[in-house]
């Protein structure tokens, strides 16, 4: 039962985006309004469709075309980041989750301090231990990424 308050949903897509979304938005009863930008023919270029069937080609509008596609860009980074922030635990806990001694905290130490496993595995033993991994467990950790 939480409440919306929005006026404007922005659609990352086309006419079958923009309809899926409305007949969704209709389905829950939601009160905004949509709007759906696609790539136009160029990369250079986007077309805004709207839920009342208006299409406007915003490359006569550069100033909007310049705001829709930062909004847009935007909106994949920050999707991109969090899916590979996902990525990257699940690799992390995959590999090295059956290690007796590798915690939640240890586990998370090491997914803030090296970007994916092959920067693990480049550590030392040393430093792992520098950063609170037991040094027993240090090596059960390097030894398991030597044969994966």
Same mark, same amino acid.
């Given at each position: 039962? /939480?409440?919306? &308050?929005? &006026?404007? @949903?922005?659609?990352?897509?086309?006419?079958?985006?923009?309809?899926?979304? *409305?007949?969704?938005?209709?389905?829950?009863?939601?009160?905004?309004?949509?709007?759906?930008? #696609?790539?136009?023919?160029?990369? *250079?270029? #986007?077309?805004?469709?709207? =839920? &009342?069937?208006?299409? !406007?080609?915003?490359?006569?509008?550069? =100033?909007? !075309?310049?705001?829709?596609?930062?909004?847009?860009?935007?909106?994949?980074?920050?999707?991109?980041?969090?899916?590979?922030?996902? @990525? %990257?635990?699940?690799?992390?806990?995959? @590999?090295?989750?059956?290690?007796?001694?590798?915690?939640? *905290?240890?586990?998370?130490?090491?997914?803030?301090?090296?970007?994916?496993?092959?920067?693990?595995?480049? #550590?030392?033993?040393? /430093?792992? @231990?520098? +950063?609170? +991994?037991?040094?027993?467990?240090?090596?059960?950790?390097?030894?398991? !990424? %030597?044969?994966?």
């Amino acid at each position: 039962d /939480e409440k919306i &308050d929005t &006026d404007l @949903v922005l659609i990352d897509g086309g006419k079958g985006q923009l309809n899926l979304a *409305k007949r969704l938005k209709n389905y829950f009863g939601l009160n905004f309004y949509l709007v759906a930008l #696609a790539k136009g023919e160029t990369r *250079k270029n #986007a077309i805004l469709y709207t =839920e &009342d069937g208006k299409v !406007l080609d915003l490359f006569n509008y550069p =100033e909007l !075309l310049k705001y829709f596609i930062s909004i847009r860009d935007e909106a994949h980074r920050f999707a991109k980041n969090y899916l590979w922030q996902k @990525v %990257k635990k699940l690799q992390f806990e995959d @590999v090295l989750s059956d290690i007796k001694g590798l915690g939640k *905290k240890r586990l998370l130490a090491l997914k803030n301090l090296y970007k994916n496993l092959y920067e693990l595995s480049q #550590a030392s033993i040393q /430093e792992l @231990v520098n +950063i609170g +991994i037991p040094k027993n467990i240090a090596q059960k950790i390097l030894e398991k !990424l %030597k044969i994966e």
